[in-house]
């Protein structure tokens, strides 16, 4: 990300001082946290289903986008019943809020389900 920006409040550029992370480094990295990020589904809907958004937009794409624009690519490709909870995510973060989950944390478990599955699909082990 800090060479994406490649912008220093002092000294050298993020892309001079840093080498380009290796590609299969990043996706392994990012494609080990899902289960972690699965645990945390009930207590940080919001930014878990953003934050498997941007994993698979990540895998195939190969740039890391912003929580919002990964969201606004994922909504795309979902099927209807799956994107209600990804865009309540995208809009309570564009908001600035984390609203209650309580009475759609079902259709969110479903759909990080959904996309966790899509996400092995892009990066087999």
């Not at 840093?18 to 480094?25: A, K, N, Q």
């Not at 929580?67 to 973060?93: F, I, M, S, T």
């Amino acid at each position: 990300m800090a060479r994406a920006g490649d912008l220093s409040l002092h000294g050298p550029r993020p892309s001079v001082l840093f080498e380009p992370v290796p590609e299969d480094d990043l996706r392994a990295a990012i494609v080990a946290g899902v289960p972690e990020l699965l645990a945390d589904l009930d207590d940080d809907t919001r930014n878990v289903l953003l934050t498997l958004a941007r994993i698979l937009t990540t895998l195939r794409t190969g740039r890391i986008r912003s929580k919002d624009g990964a969201a606004r690519q994922v909504l795309g490709e979902l099927p209807e019943e799956h994107r209600p909870v990804l865009a309540a995510a995208r809009d309570q973060y564009l908001a600035g809020e984390y609203g209650d989950w309580a009475e759609l944390l079902p259709a969110a478990r479903a759909h990080a389900a959904y996309v966790a599955e899509a996400i092995k699909r892009a990066c087999p082990a």
